[in-house]
Nanobody
Framework: QVQLVESGGGLVQTGGSLRVSCVVS????????MAWYRQAPGKQREVIAG???????NYDDSVKGRFTISRDNAKNTVYLQMTSLNLEDTGVYYC??????????WGRGTLVTVSS
């Protein structure tokens, strides 16, 4: 069973920065396309950033230019560096890979709260 463990969330003021991490076990991480998802209060979970096994990245327009996704295959870890945070970035952040999301296998996520 693949396990995903997110960490690094917390309370941050608008304009601040935060880095969240996700350690993946039970699969060949280096071969996986990985993504970060965000679930804002009262909203559905949405994908906001992705990174291929080769390091190619893509971003949702809502985070483009502010967030950076990266990975360390030696540590089975994917990161999301978040800068210029705003109130709309508040939510629970999850990592996953496409087939994991398809079978609804998720970690607990990590809560990011942006305050004014």
């Amino acid at each position: 069973q693949v396990q995903l463990v997110e960490s690094g969330g917390g309370l941050v003021q608008t304009g601040g920065s935060l880095r969240v991490s996700c350690v993946v076990s039970g699969t060949i991480f280096s071969r996986k396309f990985m993504a970060w998802y965000r679930q804002a209060p009262g909203k559905q979970r949405e994908v906001i950033a992705g990174i291929s096994s080769g390091g190619l990245t893509n971003y949702d327009d809502s985070v483009k230019g502010r967030f950076t996704i990266s990975r360390d295959n030696a540590k089975n870890t994917v990161y999301l560096q978040m800068t210029s945070l705003n109130l709309e970035d508040t939510g629970v952040y999850y990592c996953n890979y496409p087939s994991g999301a398809a079978i609804d296998n998720w970690g607990r996520g990590t809560l990011v709260t942006v305050s004014s």
